[in-house]
């Protein structure tokens, strides 16, 4: 049974595991039109925030400083290295036994596709008052995102998979499983030439809190109606 927090106790430290709601799908495959949507705006709301930070110029998030960095040595562009990473990551999924689902395999195409569009479409942002906020409004974009489509249960995406193989596995809680894999991917990202600076640190360092504080809120939410 999902744990109850008060609002205090979100704020402060957010839900520890992933809990049920209405929307949640019967099985990985069996989205209902609800569902569906929630999904693809909760995934649109992840690439969203994803190119946000490239356009604020203050670092970017750890996996897309992997994608730059991988751009940088291929000449590809960065939408297309983050869906090229994401399915690399899927070979991760198999020791942990993690299923793939219909969430999975959107995952792979809204994301890069929101992000690409992002970055090409977005002004680049000026001021250093206006990209420290814009870097912290990416952080809660990406959790909001991250909280909607994980809680559709139609599956993970590549990333989102580990995190949550292997807090089930461990029972560690959700924002310190992220925090090492998110500092782990920047490692690689910034020796292959990737972006790091204020908004990289920012990312790596509160994104779990910030999906963990979400996922209260939805919590809360849910058990409201």
């Known amino acids: 049974m999902s744990e109850q927090l008060s609002w205090k106790e979100i704020i402060i430290k957010g839900h520890r595991t992933f809990p049920h ?64 990473v994401s399915v690399a990551v899927l070979t991760l999924w198999i020791p942990l036994k993690e299923r793939p689902g219909l969430g999975t395999v959107m995952n792979i195409i809204v994301i890069a596709t929101v992000l690409e569009l992002t970055i090409d479409h ?5 001021g250093l008052p206006a990209q420290v906020a814009t870097n912290l409004l ?23 998979g580990l995190m949550t193989s292997l807090h089930n596995r461990t ?14 991917v920047l490692t690689a990202g910034f020796l292959l030439g990737g972006t790091v600076g204020f908004g990289t640190v920012l990312f790596a360092t509160g994104i779990g809190r910030s999906i963990a504080f979400w996922l209260g809120v939805l919590s809360r939410l849910a058990r409201a109606h």
């Open 21 to 84: 709601v209405p929307w949640a799908a019967k099985g990985r495959w069996q989205p209902t039109p609800t569902t569906f949507l929630i999904l693809v705006l909760g995934l649109s709301i992840f690439g969203l925030g994803e190119g946000l930070f490239f356009v604020a110029h203050l670092g970017n998030s750890p996996w897309v400083v992997l994608s730059e960095g991988l751009s940088e040595q291929t000449g590809l562009n960065v939408g297309t290295i983050t869906a090229l």
């Open 138 to 160: 990416a952080v809660l974009l990406v959790g909001l995102g991250s909280a909607f489509y994980l809680t559709t249960k139609l599956g993970p995406g590549p990333r989102d």
């Open 122 to 126: 977005f002004p680049a942002v000026e």
């Open 171 to 184: 029972g560690i809680r959700v924002s310190r499983v992220r925090l090492m894999i998110e500092l782990t």
